[in-house]
T-cell receptor, first 115, second 114 residues
Framework: NAGVTQTPKFQVLKTGQSMTLQCAQDMNHEYMSWYRQDPGMGLRLIHY???????DQGEVPNGYNVSRSTTEDFPLRLLSAAPSQTSVYFC??????????????FGQGTRLTVV | GNSVTQMEGPVTLSEEAFLTINCTYT??????LFWYVQYPGEGLQLLLK?????DKGSNKGFEATYRKETTSFHLEKGSVQVSDSAVYFCALMRSGGSNYKLTFGKGTLLTVNP
């Protein structure tokens, strides 16, 4: 019963380095998304995808890139890490039930520190 | 645009006390409303939800009623336990279209002391 799996759980990067945060879901959901959580700011949407091959920007997309080659995987790439990207990142997979059962399932998060 | 305002806290209660965390929203149309809970070091878990006006969501002793007239979705529990200590997020999801974006409040840290 894996649900949404994120790796790694913790990461420290130096300014300017790049890395990919992995996200995989086994629920066959079309809609997936990435959020960042910062103290006192709740969660903010970075990017989202409505299905394989289709992605779009959220509220805070700058400095991040995504792709969706399969239904299961939705990686988030940091192109050139900056201290402002220090945050906790959550991947979500959403069951888009038109009868009212819509629910987002979240991964455990990746705590990223950029020094 | 859509927004969620919730009581920021932190909130500190004694075990068996009554809990209310206020949440109000601004949205077009008829959004679905959610409460998520984040226990220390973990991801977000759905606590309860309501999809239309006057619906009451409930789970683990927590309740919230979708009040369209006051645009509110306050979280309540009659008797909190130490294990309820967590951060609680109110959120809305606008209905329609293909963007199932969640708009979150800033979160409320609840600490329950024995």
């Amino acid at each position: 019963n894996a649900g949404v799996t994120q790796t790694p759980k913790f990461q420290v990067l130096k300014t300017g380095q790049s890395m990919t945060l992995q996200c995989a879901q086994d629920m066959n959901h079309e809609y997936m998304s990435w959020y960042r959580q910062d103290p006192g700011m709740g969660l903010r949407l970075i990017h989202y995808s409505v299905g394989a091959g289709i992605t779009d920007q959220g509220e805070v997309p700058n400095g991040y890139n995504v792709s969706r080659s399969t239904t299961e995987d939705f990686p988030l790439r940091l192109l050139s890490a900056a201290p402002s990207q220090t945050s906790v990142y959550f991947c979500a997979s959403t069951n888009t039930d038109p009868t009212g059962g819509t629910e987002a399932f979240f991964g455990q998060g990746t705590r990223l520190t950029v020094v | 645009g859509n927004s969620v305002t919730q009581m920021e806290g932190p909130v500190t209660l004694s075990e068996e006390a009554f809990l209310t965390i206020n949440c109000t929203y601004t949205a077009t149309g008829y959004p679905s409303l959610f409460w998520y809970v984040q226990y220390p070091g973990e991801g977000l878990q759905l606590l309860l939800k309501a999809t239309k006006a006057d619906d009451k969501g409930s789970n683990k002793g927590f309740e919230a009623t979708y009040r369209k007239e006051t645009t509110s979705f306050h979280l309540e529990k009659g008797s909190v336990q130490v294990s309820d200590s967590a951060v609680y997020f109110c959120a809305l999801m606008r209905s329609g279209g293909s963007n199932y974006k969640l708009t979150f409040g800033k979160g409320t840290l609840l600490t329950v002391n024995p």
